[in-house]
């Protein structure tokens, strides 16, 4: 497949593709076990991390205290390596940059605000097979991230699946597996030049 008119937007996972939300997350379950009596494993927790919050948190957990917790510290979001170039180079490409997350809206927009990264449309609270329409709806050419789900996603919107190995499983069923989001700019050029080579 390669970009035309009807496919000019480049779709990214949020959570461990583009940020590390990790020190966030962690920082709430902390907060839910010592300061509200869960009785949590967080080591296992964020050894698992990446799961829909719903697979994730166990049973009983308050999950909607967790996302209050999760906002209230959400400036100790990062960047992960490679995440302004990747944009960026989407962007120079001509790609509108769309981000398609499991995370709610709110929280969402104020990690990529405080980590200072612009993008075109935020597509969230779509995780798995959720994020196929969102993909079609905003005519999604690639769609990149770190779980398997997001690769079954993209392959199911008829995008190309790029695999990043940022997250905590590895993002089996991808058509590109880059490994790290930093190698994407170069990939990008080489789709590029691949596609106005004379056929
Ligand atoms: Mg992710």
Redesign the pocket.
């Given at each position: 497949m390669t970009p035309t008119a009807d496919r000019a937007a480049v779709g990214f996972?949020?959570?461990?593709?583009l940020v590390d939300s990790r020190p966030v997350s962690r920082r709430a379950l902390e907060c839910l076990v010592e300061e509200h009596g869960h009785d949590l494993d967080v080591e296992m927790l964020m050894a698992a991390y990446?799961l829909p919050l719903s697979q994730w948190l166990a049973p009983g957990t308050d999950s909607e205290l967790f996302r209050a917790l999760q906002q209230q510290d959400v400036s100790d979001v990062v960047a992960m390596p490679g995440a302004f170039t990747a944009v960026d180079a989407a962007r120079q490409a001509g790609h509108r940059v769309v981000v398609v997350t499991a995370a709610p809206s709110a929280l969402a927009a104020t990690m990529l605000q405080a980590v200072g990264l612009r993008v075109d449309v935020l597509r969230a609270d779509v995780w798995a097979a959720g994020k196929v329409q969102p993909l079609r709806d905003e005519r999604c050419w690639a769609f990149i991230?770190?779980?398997a789900d997001?690769m079954q996603a993209a392959r199911d919107a008829g995008t190309i699946a790029i695999g990043v190995s940022s997250?905590t499983s590895p993002p089996y069923g991808a058509d590109v597996d880059l490994g790290s989001l930093e190698r994407f700019p170069a990939w990008l050029i080489s789709q590029e030049a691949a596609n106005a080579r004379p056929t």
């Open positions: 996972d949020l959570d461990m593709t990446g991230g770190d779980h997001d997250g």
